[in-house]
């Protein structure tokens, strides 16, 4: 029979880990985690920073996110409200020893990349649809849902006389709308930077619907 040497309990009262019981175990294990995980979280869009890249705040994300803080063990998230997050944490090395435990989450806010380039008026395409209104209308809302579906973004749209100019963020994603729906183009490229010695162009589009 064994006898905790902190509360003096014994293996018929408790599962032991090591030379202590659950409970002692336990505690001491505790002690040890952090009781504050800090989380970025983009100020605009509230998408969190795992692994130095910002991705959507969900339940599966944030206890990856928790994962990496509490390594080596094995993380559950149980609840995230308030501020508090309840996991179980499991030490796989100790015989599956879990416990719960509570972290106050810090929430330090900044901008993700896409919503930097948004504040900034980034664009590296510009598609001037021109032609009847009604098409122009569905083509630049498709043009915009396509855009979101692949991480890119509209800046801005302008009205002109027969039609608009939509600021795209991201030339290969618009080009590959252009192209994917077999749309007639006439195209030019101005030079706007140079980036680690690599010329920098914008693209623009010009389509008659």
């Known amino acids: 029979m064994k006898h905790c040497p902190i509360c003096n309990r014994s293996s018929d009262e408790a599962r032991f880990y090591g030379e202590f019981c659950e409970f002692c175990a336990g505690k001491k294990m505790r002690e040890k985690l952090a009781r504050e995980v800090e989380v970025t979280a983009c100020r605009d869009c509230g998408r969190i920073k795992v692994a130095g890249v910002f991705v959507p705040n969900s339940e599966s994300n944030m206890q990856q996110l928790l ?5 080596p063990y094995r993380v559950r998230l149980i609840h995230n409200a308030n501020g508090i997050a309840r996991m179980q944490i499991t030490d796989e090395r100790r015989d599956g020893m879990s416990i719960e435990h509570n ?5 330090l806010r900044t901008l993700c990349d896409t919503d930097a380039k948004k ?16 098409k122009v209308s569905r083509m630049a809302a498709a ?3 396509y855009l979101e579906r692949n991480d890119a973004f509209i ?12 600021y795209a963020s991201n ?4 080009f590959a709308f252009i192209s994917g729906r077999h749309l007639g183009f006439k195209g030019s490229y101005e030079l706007h930077g140079e980036k680690r010695g690599k010329r920098l162009y914008r693209n623009t589009y010009f389509i008659t619907l």
């Open 103 to 107: 972290a106050h989450i810090k929430t």
């Open 119 to 134: 504040r900034s008026g980034y664009y590296e395409a510009v598609v001037q649809l021109r032609g009847d209104e009604g």
């Open 143 to 145: 043009l915009e849902r």
């Open 155 to 166: 800046t801005k749209i302008e009205q002109k006389e027969h039609g608009v100019d939509i």
């Open 171 to 174: 030339k290969k994603a618009a």
């Open 67 to 71: 994962s990496s803080v509490y390594k």
